[in-house]
């Protein structure tokens, strides 16, 4: 079992960044690929960014490509989303998840655990 608690997120102006972590339990971190995802009120979850278990390998959602960053220190049982040039749209709850294979992907059901969800709000 893989418990997973995010934090960073937070109220933040049209243009400014946060940066979102996401804190893994157990000592198999390296093996999982790690996905962030969001849902905004009345959408449904969409894929966001994903990283392979090793770090080597990522994909971003056209959404977010040149503004978003995924990382990840396995050291630390810790993956990342620094997300820059943040819009309106961009407001949502973020979700991390564990996917037990290292290979990136972007099916949240292929996703075996997830977090509770941070809340980012990006004010115009």
């Known amino acids: 079992q893989v418990q997973l608690v995010e934090s960073g997120g937070g109220l933040v102006q049209a243009g400014g960044s946060l940066r979102l972590s996401c804190e893994a339990s157990g000592r198999t971190f390296s093996s999982y690929a790690m996905g962030w995802f969001r849902q905004a009120p009345g959408k449904e979850r969409e894929f966001v960014a994903t990283i392979s278990g090793s770090g080597s390998y990522t994909r971003l959602a056209n959404s977010v490509k040149g503004r978003f960053t995924i990382s990840r220190d396995n050291g630390k049982n810790t993956v990342y989303l620094q997300m820059n040039s943040l819009k309106t749209e961009d407001t949502a709850v973020y979700y991390c998840?564990?996917?037990?294979?290292?290979?990136?992907?972007?099916?949240?059901?292929?996703?075996?655990?997830w977090g509770q969800g941070t809340q980012v709000t990006v004010s115009s």
């Open positions: 998840a564990a996917d037990r294979y290292p290979g990136v992907t972007t099916i949240a059901h292929e996703y075996d655990y």
